[in-house]
């Protein structure tokens, strides 16, 4: 029975393939066939970038980048301004088409052929550098329309959360170091504190993989430490890529673990990779980031 399910499911992924070379590429959405729990990461890769090119009025934002991120991973991105590293969230969550190139999702789920809102449905969360919460409503009230995002409107207006949620919400609360002020509206919080609620309304949904785009720009000293605790604590059970120019951040999330990656990016395509130590020596890296 198995061996007749695979087979089944290996020749729908063959004619899903034929269909979507014959589409042209980027037209046909592949929400008929993304399910959840089907995230096939049996090969290592859940993210997989391979030659994508972005241009804008003739300048390359990313060049031929290729990029490939494992399950559990926590890879960090660095890289002057301008070296492409928004414009390469922006491909993987769909806001923006490659001129050329394949982006993958696990072995299986094409990312260029889903629309912005189908990359979150299927585990892809993403934390802009600016926080975004809904000030005028409290902490928990946040988390508990975080857990609403993928219902209709009529839905939404009828949810009530159940014991197991409301359970989610409280060790999401403490996870974020805010189970104290779960009462207290989101606008009354600190600049951390908001980019911690922001983190734990993504968390809430439970993406496989999480973009996290300078998490400790304005924070203070003990709040980026904290916030080093909390994404050291989210690997493993989650795939993190943490683009960051605060390299004591960085050192903070490899310190111990040599064989931790760290990428930089430079005019669209990866300069260096590899541990902290090896871009910290890497000369071109010194040259065009790091400085002298």
């Known amino acids: 029975m198995r061996a007749g399910a695979n087979a089944r499911r290996a020749a729908e992924q063959r004619s899903i393939a034929a269909a979507a070379g014959k589409s042209g590429g980027r037209e046909t959405s592949y929400s008929r066939v993304v399910r959840p729990g089907e995230l096939d990461v049996a090969h ?19 060049n ?47 990312l260029l052929r889903l629309r912005e809102n189908e990359i979150a449905s299927i585990g892809v969360g993403r934390k802009f550098q600016k926080p975004t919460v809904f000030e005028h409503l409290s902490v928990f009230e946040n988390l508990e329309l975080a857990l609403k995002a993928d219902r209709g409107v009529r839905a939404s207006l009828f949810f009530r959360l159940s014991g197991e949620q409301l ?22 919080l600190s600049h951390g504190q908001k ?70 990016l430079h005019e669209g395509s990866v300069l260096a990779e590899g541990s902290l130590a090896d871009v910290q020596a890497n000369e071109k890296v010194v040259e065009v980031y790091l400085g002298r």
């Open 44 to 62: 290592g890769a859940i993210l997989y970038l391979d030659d994508i090119t972005v241009s804008f009025d003739g300048f390359k934002a990313l």
């Open 64 to 110: 031929a980048l290729t990029l490939s991120i494992s399950a559990g991973e926590m890879r960090c991105i660095i890289g002057p301004n301008g070296a492409g590293k928004t414009t390469m969230m922006d491909v993987i969550t769909g806001k923006t088409r490659p001129d050329a190139g394949q982006a993958f999702f696990g072995s299986t789920i094409d």
């Open 167 to 188: 359970d989610r919400i409280g060790e999401t609360l403490v996870l974020i170091h805010l189970k104290e002020h779960a009462q207290r509206a989101a606008g009354a």
């Open 195 to 264: 980019q911690w609620l922001e983190i734990g309304m993504l968390l809430i949904q439970n993406p496989r993989l999480l973009l996290l785009d300078e998490p400790v720009a304005g924070m203070t000293d003990e709040e980026t430490e904290r916030t080093a605790e909390l994404f050291l604590s989210l690997e493993g059970s989650h795939s993190l890529v943490v683009v960051e120019h605060d390299m004591k951040f960085i050192h903070a999330l490899t310190v111990g673990n040599p064989a931790k990656k760290v990428t930089v």
